[in-house]
């Protein structure tokens, strides 16, 4: 299980003795180290159903998935390989019970807690409860509840969010709801609380691999020490240089904690970097520098000096995307002149990224891309189906489809709002736990009477036969012209247009809203109509069957995954830095590299340096970390570009070159350039040839 891996990679895939922490620098094979080591672990005689990789993303869990079916076949179908939260999902399923869970609990997204939060404190402002739900999760993940936030509150709004979030736990409660964070606080209440749990799950997982370690928050952690033991059958896989998630609660006292709670940690360092050019890995080595080290490496490569690493300064923003389109243009040209004659590889457009520290910078570069009708695509924005509206919607078909579908008939049932409130939905809750129902079952329960009003009971049997009904008519819809009409009537009926302008601040959001409705009105349609294949959730060139409103809703599942069927195309990427982390181009185009862009504002609003604290000094090296990922995406060429003007409201304002461009010290080896300069060589190249060879063929032509 150890061909083709240098020899630290081996190291780490044949130590099964005890704690091991793996120091996978950028690009050092880390997937392949884990799913190797899941092969070893196998081959020594561990069953694949009690080995657990672990990972932050679905995606990241796919990949694993699909490398460890094709190093160790079949056998890893029965490896778990999935995320944290995926994992507390299932521990909750099983053993939810003793918290008073039913296995069918309900997992609340973002939207649904927004909503629950406006009811318990008492607002319609969004924003307001957007902060509750931050300063709250902020504090799930820290391992406390409400009365233990409100004892430690530093101040009134602490405190008024601490008894806010008490309310919000009594509906979760009662609405037989998790959110996201629970998935991962609940299970370490069960690992912590009830022995016979954790020793069930400690028995159940022999080892377990956590992918991305520098990533995990303190929650995440005292699970993976619940689940591994005093044994510490664990192999943590992590790199302290690429932590940017701090923010998000991800913390590296997590890698300073374990050498202390697990003495015999073995730790092997990954330095050999297989993606990137020595050129690029020198800068990259050099930004991080600065920062202090936990475990000191230096990133190595085997590939070769390559293009040294550039720097363009720009004017503006605009002439920055001009110059980021330029070389884009002239490295595809450069390519195209040399292919054939040297065995160049031509460059697709999918060999480049633009990357940034901010979603607005991204902007200027669609505008300019498109104006030279070059495709890209904005990574890390949010999918069409994850707008609340179309989730609102989704959520109706569901519960048509499929009644015990609580989550669906929570979000059907609120929205829009029919006066049915929480103690009714509580009454309910608690009432559907006590049999063993879903929601759906026991609206119509005959017991139901016995536990709540005459009046309230008529207004959900109401909701409840209004439901049936749709059912049944959307079973006997066909087609497109027939299933549009129907969407357009239940919208109407549900006065769905009015609900999206009420809970807006601004006309012009509500409107958004509902043409994004419209659209996935004509989309269901299309799809009744049988001009879309359910299949590949493309359009089809041959029009299939019709089918059934009942019938296109029954495939709802698929929806969330259409927007991710886009990995494929061949188009230049725009990115956020931290939702480039995990992938890799070519030739990368670091965009905005300003003090105040990145590193991120460290100034207070007088344009003063903010005071040297730990708060300070900790957020620099953050952003330091996040420039060291920007530099280490980039396989071929990196260029980095600043800007000595740039928008901020109506005024344009001086910039300066960020800092860790000069950290990059790449006084010795790098070219500045203007890529404009290099096209109009490029061009004039390009027509000195063709007129050579216009030349030699008329003097062959002439020729006796």
């Known amino acids: 299980m150890s061909s083709g891996l240098n020899l630290a990679q081996q190291e780490a895939v044949n130590y099964l003795h005890g704690p091991c922490l793996v120091l996978a620098g950028a690009g050092s094979g880390k997937t392949r180290v884990i799913t190797h080591k899941i092969g070893r672990l196998i081959q020594a005689g561990l069953e694949p159903k009690r080995i657990a990789a672990i990972t932050f993303t679905n995606k990241a869990a796919s990949e694993m998935r699909e490398r460890a079916k094709g190093l160790i076949g079949r056998e890893a179908k029965?490896?778990?390989?999935?995320?944290?939260?995926?994992?507390?999902?299932?521990?909750?399923?099983?053993?939810?019970?003793?918290?008073?869970?039913?296995?069918?609990?309900?997992?609340?997204d973002s939207d649904d807690v927004t909503k629950i939060l406006k009811d318990a404190g008492g607002t319609t402002d969004t924003a307001t409860a957007r902060i509750w739900q931050w300063t709250i999760?902020?504090?799930?993940?820290?391992?406390?509840?409400?009365?233990?936030?409100?004892?430690?509150?530093?101040?009134?709004?602490?405190?008024?969010?601490?008894?806010?979030m008490a309310r919000y736990e009594e509906r979760l409660t009662a609405y037989q709801s998790v959110d996201f964070d629970d998935l991962i606080g609940?299970?370490?209440?069960?690992?912590?609380?009830?022995?016979?749990?954790?020793?069930?799950?400690?028995?159940?997982?022999?080892?377990?691999?956590?992918?991305?370690?520098?990533?995990?928050?303190?929650?995440?952690?005292?699970?993976?020490?619940?689940?591994?033991?005093?044994?510490?059958?664990?192999?943590?896989?992590?790199?302290?240089?690429?932590?940017?998630?701090?923010?998000?609660?991800?913390?590296?006292?997590?890698?300073?904690?374990?050498?202390?709670?697990?003495?015999?940690?073995?730790?092997?360092?990954?330095?050999?970097?297989?993606?990137?050019?020595?050129?690029?890995?020198?800068?990259?080595?050099?930004?991080?520098?600065?920062?202090?080290k936990l475990f000191p490496k230096t990133?190595?490569?085997?590939?070769?000096?390559?293009?040294?690493?550039?720097?363009?300064?720009a004017d503006s923003e605009a002439h920055e995307a001009e110059r980021a389109v330029a070389r884009i243009v002239s490295l595809r040209a450069g390519d195209a002149m040399t292919q054939g004659t040297q065995g160049k590889q031509y460059k697709e457009f999918r060999d480049f990224a633009i990357l940034y520290r901010a979603n607005h910078q991204a902007r200027?570069?669609?505008?300019?891309?498109?104006?030279?009708?070059?495709?890209?695509?904005?990574s890390g924005g949010q999918s069409f189906f994850d707008r609340a509206e179309i989730k609102d919607l989704c959520g109706w078909f569901r519960l048509w489809v499929n009644n015990d579908d609580d989550p669906a008939f929570l979000r059907a049932i609120t929205t829009p709002k029919r006066g049915i409130g929480h103690t009714t939905l509580a009454s309910l809750g608690t009432f559907a736990s006590q049999y063993k129902l879903s929601l759906f079952e026991a609206l119509f329960s005959p017991s139901l009477p016995s536990v709540m009003p005459k009046r309230t009971l008529e207004g959900i049997h109401e909701f409840g036969r209004y439901i049936n009904d749709l059912e049944y008519r959307a079973r006997r819809t066909m087609g497109a012209e027939d299933s549009r009409t129907f969407m357009l009537d239940w919208l109407k009926e549900i006065d769905y247009e009015k609900h999206l302008y009420d809970g807006e601040d601004s006309e012009q959001a509500a409107a958004a809203r509902w043409t994004n409705v419209m659209e996935?009105?004509?989309?269901?349609?299309?799809?009744?109509?049988?001009?879309?294949?359910?299949?590949?959730?493309?359009?089809?060139?041959?029009?299939?069957?019709?089918?059934?409103?009942?019938?296109?809703?029954?495939?709802?599942?698929?929806?969330?995954?259409i927007s991710e069927r886009e990995q494929d195309q061949n188009?230049?990427?725009?990115?956020?830095?931290?939702?480039?982390?995990?992938?890799?181009?070519?030739?990368?185009?670091?965009?905005?590299?300003?003090?105040?862009?990145?590193?991120?504002?460290?100034?207070?609003?007088?344009?003063?340096?903010?005071?040297?604290?730990?708060?300070?000094?900790?957020?620099?090296?953050?952003?330091?970390?996040?420039?060291?990922?920007?530099?280490?995406?980039?396989?071929?060429?990196?260029?980095?570009?600043?800007?000595?003007?740039?928008?901020?409201?109506?005024?344009?304002?001086?910039?300066?070159?960020?800092?860790?461009?000069?950290?990059?010290?790449?006084?010795?080896?790098?070219?500045?350039?203007?890529?404009?300069?290099?096209?109009?060589?490029?061009?004039?190249?390009?027509?000195?040839?063709?007129?050579?060879?216009?030349?030699?063929?008329?003097?062959?032509?002439?020729?006796?």
């Open 299 to 313: 990133l190595f490569s085997e590939l070769g000096e390559g293009e040294p690493v550039r720097v363009v300064d």
């Open 571 to 704: 188009v230049v990427t725009l990115s956020t830095l931290h939702a480039s982390k995990g992938l890799e181009w070519p030739h990368v185009m670091l965009i905005g590299v300003t003090e105040g862009l990145l590193p991120f504002k460290l100034e207070d609003d007088n344009g003063r340096q903010l005071k040297v604290s730990d708060e300070t000094l900790q957020r620099l090296q953050e952003e330091r970390r996040l420039m060291y990922v920007g530099i280490t995406r980039a396989q071929r060429s990196l260029a980095v570009s600043w800007t000595k003007k740039r928008k901020q409201g109506r005024e344009m304002v001086p910039c300066v070159p960020s800092r860790f461009i000069a950290e990059m010290a790449l006084d010795k080896t790098t070219t500045r350039e203007d890529p404009r300069e290099k096209l109009k060589a490029l061009r004039a190249e390009f027509a000195q040839k063709a007129q050579d060879s216009a030349a030699a063929k008329a003097a062959a032509a002439a020729a006796p």
């Open 137 to 164: 999760s902020k504090w799930k993940n820290m391992g406390l509840n409400a009365a233990q936030a409100e004892a430690a509150a530093a101040d009134d709004n602490e405190r008024i969010t601490a008894r806010i």
């Open 78 to 108: 029965h490896v778990v390989i999935c995320t944290f939260h995926a994992l507390g999902v299932r521990m909750m399923r099983e053993d939810g019970a003793v918290l008073g869970l039913k296995p069918a609990f309900s997992i609340l």
């Open 364 to 378: 200027v570069f669609e505008q300019a891309l498109r104006k030279a009708q070059i495709p890209y695509k904005v």
């Open 520 to 561: 996935f009105v004509d989309w269901m349609s299309l799809r009744a109509g049988g001009a879309i294949d359910d299949a590949s959730g493309a359009d089809s060139n041959i029009e299939t069957e019709r089918k059934s409103l009942l019938e296109v809703a029954q495939t709802i599942s698929l929806l969330s995954t």
């Open 186 to 292: 609940m299970p370490l209440k069960l690992l912590r609380d009830f022995d016979e749990v954790r020793a069930k799950w400690q028995a159940a997982l022999g080892h377990i691999l956590v992918d991305e370690y520098q990533d995990t928050n303190a929650t995440q952690y005292e699970v993976l020490k619940a689940l591994a033991g005093e044994r510490g059958r664990f192999t943590a896989v992590g790199d302290d240089d690429q932590s940017i998630y701090g923010w998000r609660g991800a913390t590296l006292d997590n890698l300073r904690k374990l050498p202390v709670d697990y003495p015999a940690l073995k730790v092997i360092k990954l330095e050999q970097n297989y993606r990137s050019t020595s050129a690029i890995l020198r800068a990259a080595n050099n930004v991080i520098g600065p920062n202090p």
